[in-house]
């Protein structure tokens, strides 16, 4: 099977996130790096795309070049990431959707839920996939969850309970950390500081497993660092369509909690839960029954979990595979096997409709607000 | 030292309370049980205290009996435990506490805020104790974990978060199982379900610990079984005195939680969790530093973990011995040493205006409220 | 139903194995502590046993004078217990037995395979009950282990692997402490220090639960730190009667491991492990199945797990009340009811025979020996 | 940076090994798969090397053929990888060696300690690097153990005791399973079953992490499943140069474990462990301290554990990571830069001649045994 051609903005040398991509589009062989622009600085981009093996006039000085120059080509990218900062993410995807690449969005996919509803639009005109990396649905147990809630193993599902609480942003002297400070300041980071850094992590997972969609919420923000204007800890209360209850907290003071994502789900007939730092392993117990430890690689699991795993049971697999496992989606949905595990443009829409509809209603003391984005009401 | 001559009413045979407290009582040889009115049939308490030990004119039909047959005797009970039905708690425990015992009462101390400012005053008045029995509180690293908190180790605490969920109540076919019902009938719970049964225990605990106080409140509640009336899943934010944030959720259909009592406290410079279902250990990491496990029995506890711990480090002790600690308290103070670990009626006021204060700010959609008990704003 | 009389030789202000025995005897109101010989200093002795609540008269200055006391007493001890050091556990048992009282033994029972004899003949003889406190093995999911291997729920069991390895005695500036000194010198411990110390109820454990008795042993000894004559660390390999094989790892010097105690059981359908630190759960895992928690205070536990359990599922019971399990077989087997899960005599003599087999082997480089004490042959 | 040729023989559709090896090198940017030999069967190996992209002409249809057409290529492998069955690993990795390239083994290295010491003089004769896939030993976790070891923060080893026990091959009715019974039959797998598969990762990593080799050997077998020939089940004690005391207990019928390779090394003034399942935790206690939770990510790690993780604290990453580490080390050796970490064809004899001796010492009675290879000595 040739390798699909695949192409990158963001994520230059000393990111973060450019090497989880590199390494989640590699991994599994699907996609070469044909293309590229990485830098905000043309020169630096060009040249780290060249050491990375992309040829000189692939190696792209910034993001409408590398439109321009990929547009018209046979070869051109099969897949464009999106991984440059975030009030970016909305005018380069909808450019690259419009000329009809599949792109691959970091989260938050906008900023704002007009823009949101625009890119799903753009994306069911011209047809074309617009991922959301929401990467932690794509661990084998999380694909294994939501089948389980589909195939009915725990029944209707009463209740989600979901944390993504860390403590790397605890230390009050670090707070004018530039790193730090541009999440809790709305000049840099938009409306919200932890929820929409993770809490829309959390929200996701919470409405992929359980297979329903948020659509009223309540949220009680606080700033336990004074010094910051958004949010560093939030409780939000929702209802799905379904009739289930959710409860995410998601803190960023939470010293000791090193990861601190984690997902319980409660149906009528059994409940589970799971933990980011041992992904491997699903907790499940049938009502009235024993808990169990279903295991990544254990026999008879559901097709999804069997399919993302690539190592023998009890052999870890983590975050990079998770990334991996996103790029393997695409690769089969872009040969033409649909993955509907995908995180889509209507995903990131929601997102941002959680955000904006929790701010609100902390602003107004925790009032009940409607969470679904206006298009899908 | 001589034995304390203890007293107890209700905890009859075949209830799970009533061993719980004689074990509590006898364990370290502080009490002897003196006298009882252990059952709502009189003659069979009389026989069922006969049985445990008790002289035949101390083993009484009810408790109005006993307190005329304990009032005016020489060797009269030291301790009175109150461990009746939840409706009967306040006459009894106003009772005993008038005639100048120290009384013991389960919780809920009463069952309305009046009720409760009323023992309030009536143990001020007559200088007996009046404690109530959150012997989650009693635990030896709760203890340490309470001082630390006084200590500074973990500087001024920002942020509260506790869960008391288990799913001992998740079937809906059992929902109709008398021993369950009853906690989701106004009729018989009162004003709340869950929040009044395992919520308030996660309150004391957070207020226990952080040496603080709970003054606004913000509740959602849910009944995740539609038969019920009362809720059976609760979330609670609230603020405390100094400006801790708190967060507690409890369920009673969370399957697969076990006891599922845990608690997180997080401080400027540090923070540590505790679970129930591992008791001796107290999970602690400071600020920028590694976590840390604090063992029960380990070198350097503060005083309260060290005097009630009572076999060598990894050695565990469990629920039945928090009961017991909660005793050795009762029995120092008694003999005139002061403990201030000890909950006492202040608690179980707070507790009842807690639990109103939350059941209001539900049905208000979540409006934030004060749940400071009138006489002590 | 009338308490049973108690008394205590040895265990005095101050020591750590008196407290725990005293709780474990009065926890459960069985027992009441009529008559003692407390301290090695009569009238030390006599003052302590006094505080507790011991009448005069039967506050004793030592274990000779408590023997003629209570001999021909109408209401003497049903039960003596001998918590005195090491080396005079066989003098005393063997008089007390012989005095026709039952007796629980602090373990070793003995220092010699010749002695263990000896008791086991005299309690045959006189029909009384010699225990010996390996008091693990009163834990309720031990008991759950041993009737599930009974039960055949794993299957013929072909392997049993089990460790007791704590760090307390690590530090080679400690060494010289008097309270660790003793344990590896041979004037004080006998010819083997931390498997005859720590060992011996591994091997036990591992008998008990899979109800069968050690026949071969092939011992490895360590002395880490130089100065130490006798081990502190030992592998132990063994063969069981119906063809178990044993692995038994014991050290003092495994920094980290707090307590350290576990055992593993395989089997030809199931397996499973428990751990002295999370002694209420019992990991079981079926061949071909899932791993599955077994909690004590769950449904459908077998009789002696849920017998010796006294609240319910994921309240934690620790150390002390597995202690007070032993008292409550104790008190059954007086009573007339028959315990057999309560270890006696031949348990101790076996101990024995194992300690100085496992010596015996590492002096001659591992070569397999019997290990069968030679009346049991 | 250039890419690096890499060929690989052996490892074809459908095997586990190839995928882990093909993920382990492209992973991280560092080969491209240029050339193959991936089948026994010539036709199948060239169009499967072709579907994973490697050009028609270097699509070999067995290893002979790979080394002919590559010997003399201006652009020839970089690294050649040997993935066949075990018998054939030494003529192959050889030959390979001898025509002067790089080599990555898996294990076993070879079949007899005559070829392991055959290989060892190439390798040196030669200069080339030829690798063994002990991949465990490239751990970000595991790194840090040994630089913790080698920067004395543990102070002078004296035990090391590791565990390889997994139950997959537990059923006794699948014992005639092929792709099981081939392990338990000489005829197969050579002298020893369970040890050799599984027990040699083991004994590696307690050399790796204690920077030391085994000198003396004690083992004892079982064949727990009595149709196997070769054990299933071994102890081995042993000695190694420093004085370090080792336990290692490897099983292949141990229900429940599902990986089960885990090690604690203790020293003189502190200890750790980590296990394969949670491999990106190092669990360590400073002698008379806490025991303190090492996370792969954090702050101040020693300089391996730092270079082999890719994503932040507490994003767990796993075995195939593990695996590419040893590829990241092969890439930077080859370019010039020294991984002493890398394990190499010293370690592979070192872990044939264990295979014989603890095979020969378990035939002998559990007799200590030299364990060190001839050419060692």
Redesign the interface.
């Known amino acids: 099977?040739?390798?699909l051609n695949w192409g990158m903005i963001g994520g230059g040398e000393g990111s973060?996130i450019g090497?989880?991509h590199?390494?989640g589009a590699?991994?599994?062989?699907h996609f070469n790096l044909a293309a590229g622009a990485l830098d905000h600085r043309p020169e630096v981009g060009r040249a780290f795309a060249q050491?990375?093996?992309v040829v000189p006039d692939r190696a792209y000085g910034d993001w409408q070049e590398m439109l321009e120059g990929e547009r018209n080509r046979a070869d051109r990218c099969d897949l464009v990431t999106v991984a440059t900062p975030n009030s970016t993410h909305f005018e380069i995807t909808k450019a690259f959707l419009e000329a009809e690449f599949h792109v691959l969005c970091e989260k938050p996919m906008t900023m704002t839920v007009e823009e949101g509803e625009e890119i799903v639009r753009i994306a069911e005109r011209t047809g074309r996939i617009c991922a959301v990396n929401y990467c932690y649905s794509a661990y084998p147990m999380i694909r294994q969850a939501r089948a389980m809630v589909r195939n009915g193993d725990?029944g209707k599902v009463?209740?989600v309970?979901t944390n993504f609480?860390?403590?790397?942003h605890?230390?009050?002297v670090d707070a004018d950390n530039p790193r730090i400070r541009w999440r809790y300041d709305p000049a840099t980071a938009g409306v919200s500081g932890q929820f929409a850094d993770c809490g829309i992590h959390a929200l996701h997972m919470a409405s992929f497993i359980c297979d329903d969609e948020v659509e009223m919420m309540?949220a009680?923000f606080?700033s336990?660092?004074p010094s910051r204007v958004l949010e560093d800890?939030a409780?939000v209360?929702f209802q799905m369509s379904k009739g289930t209850?959710g409860?995410l907290?998601t803190?960023s003071?939470?010293?000791?909690?090193?990861?601190?994502f984690d997902i319980?789900v409660?149906?009528?007939t059994?409940?589970?839960?799971w933990a980011?730092?041992?992904?491997?392993q699903l907790?499940?117990?049938?009502?009235?029954g024993?808990?169990?430890?279903?295991?990544k690689g254990?026999?008879g699991l559901y097709d999804d979990a069997k399919r993302l795993s690539?190592?023998?049971?009890?052999?870890?697999?983590?975050?990079?595979?998770a990334v991996a496992n996103i790029y393997c989606d695409l690769a089969d949905a872009i040969r033409g096997e649909k993955r509907d595990g995908l995180p889509t443009a209507p995903s990131g829409l929601r997102s941002m409709m959680a955000v904006h509809t929790a701010v609100a209603s902390a602003r107004a003391?925790?009032?009940?607000m409607d969470a679904r984005p206006p298009m899908f009401r």
């Open positions: 099977m040739a390798k973060q090497p989880a590199r390494l590699l991994a599994d062989g050491s990375l093996g725990i009463r209740l309970v609480s860390h403590g790397h605890a230390d009050a309540s009680d606080a336990t660092i800890d409780m209360n209850v409860r907290w803190s003071v939470a010293i000791g909690r090193q990861h601190g319980q409660f149906g009528e059994g409940g589970f839960r980011s730092e041992q992904p491997n907790i499940y117990t049938p009502l009235g024993r808990t169990q430890i279903i295991e254990e026999n690539r190592v023998a049971i009890a052999h870890p697999e983590g975050f990079p595979l003391g925790g009032t009940w």
